[in-house]
Nanobody
Framework: QVQPVESGGGLVQAGGSLRLSCAASGRTSYAMGWFRQAPGQEREFVAFIVWGGGSTYYADSVKDRFTISKDNAKNAVYLQMNSLKPEDTAVYYC???????????????WGQGTQVTVSS
């Protein structure tokens, strides 16, 4: 069982940056993903990374602004978020999966989330 724990959220002005961290304790999964959910909206995919090969994939809305990375030795995954926009405001979740997927249903262990608020 993998238990992700997120950290690093906060309040930032538009155009600023934040770095989210996810500590994934327990048994290692195949991939880790970041999702986000804004009030009144469905949870949406942000990015995933594969533990073994390091392959990554991003949602179009964050491509070229966000970077997902990992530290295998620490069982940690990071999300560097640059050029933040007010529409990036959401609770960000880290989750583990046995497949590389953009579908939330393919992720079986979820963290509690960390709030990111971008002011205009």
């Amino acid at each position: 069982q993998v238990q992700p724990v997120e950290s690093g959220g906060g309040l930032v002005q538009a155009g600023g940056s934040l770095r989210l961290s996810c500590a994934a304790s327990g048994r290692t999964s195949y991939a880790m993903g970041w999702f986000r959910q804004a009030p009144g909206q469905e949870r949406e995919f942000v990015a995933f990374i594969v533990w073994g090969g390091g392959s990554t994939y991003y949602a179009d809305s964050v491509k070229d602004r966000f970077t997902i990375s990992k530290d295998n030795a620490k069982n940690a995954v990071y999300l560097q978020m640059n050029s933040l926009k007010p529409e990036d405001t959401a609770v960000y979740y880290c989750a583990s999966s046995h497949a590389h997927s953009m579908q939330a249903n393919d992720y079986n262990y979820w963290g509690q989330g960390t709030q990111v608020t971008v002011s205009s």
